[in-house]
Structures are given as structure tokens and as C-alpha cells.
């Protein structure tokens, strides 16, 4: 019997090690594959200095993050505390510029009231130069007082000084006949005014009345004080 027919195939249980074939076969570099089942090789540990590479960059990276963050919190805390400060500036020039304001108010009433009191005595001073000098001024003021009379008044006296008594019977004008008024002398009324009585009430028209009114006007109740020539003048009399 012939040769068993070997040449074109080889039992399985007679090969140990095979791998697939590849056109790389023919340059001399292995192309076998891992066998299944195989785990792939862990990477090799990385060297003392690739781990000190690794430690700096690390550092560098946290250094640039927490510089990072130090900025945007450093500008969060720099606008907050310029507006608390523009606040507060803010609030003291607010106190300031009221303080101010109120030094100036106190200034401008001070300097009105200093005025109004040199108004008053200004005026004060008038009024006695115009009773000493222009005695006929007692007319205007009691035919004032007169018309300031409803004309159903009866039994009307105009009572004033002795001196402007005198001078209204001698020279004065006054509409008494059609009034039905005469004239009274009163030692107690001072010169340049008088009172109008009559039935249904008076008229105060004396210096200290008038003048407590002027002065009212100005804002000051300030009464009447006559100078001391005056005084001693209407004491003589």
C-alpha cells in the first residue's frame, strides 16, 4: 500500500503553534497577534521626573486658578467697597452741606433780626423828630381817627394832649361841626395822638398804639419809649 497522503494536509493534533500568514511574513517582522484572551500590557510607570513634571504643572495650574479667583474676588471686594464708600462720602458731605445750610440760615436770621432792630429804631427816631418839629401832623391823625367812625356815631370827644389841643382850636381844620364832635384836653394822651370816643365805641390813635403796630409789621413787639427830653418836657408841662 502507497504513502498515507500527508503532503497537502497536517492533523490538527499535530500542530502546536501556527499564526495567520501576512505579506509581512516575507520581511522578517513578526505580525503574530496576541493570543485571545490576552490582557494588554500596563503602561510602563512613569519616571521620578516625569512625576515631578507632572507634581509642577499641577502647582502652576492650582497657582493660575487660585490667582484667578483672588482677582475676581479682589475686584468683588473693591467695587463693594467703593460703593460703600461713595455712600458714605456721600452721607457726610450730605451732613456737611445741611450744617452748612443751617449755619447760613441761622446767619440770615440773625442779620434780619439786626436789621428789623435797626429798622424799628431807625423808624423809632423818625416819628420823634416828625412829633417835635411838625406839631400840625396831630391834624392828620385826628381827622384819620375821625373817619375811621361809622357816620351814625353820636356824642363824639377827641381827646389828645394839652399842646395839640391848643393848636388844632387856634390853627387846626378838623370836620368836627358836621361830626358833632369836640375837641378834649388830656394830659395822659402824649403829643401827635389822640382818642376818638363816641357812643358806639373809640378809635385808639395814640403814638404808643400806632407806633406797637408799625413795630408789628416789622416783626418786633417793641412798646413805645420816649426819649428823656421828652419826658421831661411833658413833666414841666
Given at each position: ?136 401832623l396831630i391834624e392828620a391823625v385826628a381827622q384819620e381817627a375821625l373817619n375811621a367812625l361809622v357816620h351814625s ?85
Amino acid at each position: 500500500m502507497g504513502t498515507p497522503l500527508y503532503n497537502r494536509f497536517i492533523p490538527r493534533e499535530e500542530l502546536h503553534s501556527f499564526s495567520a500568514w501576512s505579506p509581512d511574513s516575507f520581511s522578517g517582522e513578526s505580525a503574530a497577534a496576541p493570543a485571545p484572551g490576552m490582557p494588554p500590557a500596563p503602561p510602563p510607570a512613569p519616571t521620578a521626573e516625569e512625576r515631578e513634571a507632572q507634581l509642577q504643572a499641577q502647582i502652576a495650574e492650582a497657582r493660575q486658578a487660585g490667582y484667578k479667583d483672588g482677582y475676581r474676588d479682589g475686584l468683588v471686594a473693591l467695587d463693594g467697597f467703593k460703593q460703600s464708600y461713595a455712600t458714605q462720602v456721600t452721607a457726610q458731605v450730605a451732613a456737611v452741606v445741611a450744617a452748612f445750610q443751617a449755619q447760613l440760615d441761622a446767619i440770615e436770621q440773625q442779620l434780619a433780626q439786626g436789621l428789623s432792630k435797626v429798622a424799628v429804631e431807625i423808624a423809632r427816631q423818625a416819628v420823634r423828630s416828625e412829633l417835635s418839629t411838625r406839631p400840625q401832623l396831630i391834624e392828620a391823625v385826628a381827622q384819620e381817627a375821625l373817619n375811621a367812625l361809622v357816620h351814625s356815631a353820636r356824642h363824639i370827644r377827641v381827646r389828645l394832649h394839652p399842646e395839640d389841643h391848643e393848636f388844632l382850636t387856634q390853627q387846626g381844620q378838623l370836620d368836627l361841626d358836621s361830626r358833632g364832635a369836640r375837641l378834649l384836653s388830656d394830659p395822659s394822651i402824649r403829643r401827635g395822638g389822640c382818642i376818638v370816643e363816641s357812643d358806639i365805641g373809640l378809635i385808639d390813635a395814640t403814638v404808643e398804639t400806632r407806633w406797637r403796630r408799625a413795630a408789628a409789621a416789622l416783626g418786633h413787639d417793641s412798646p413805645w419809649q420816649p426819649d428823656d427830653t421828652s419826658e421831661r418836657r411833658e413833666d414841666k408841662a
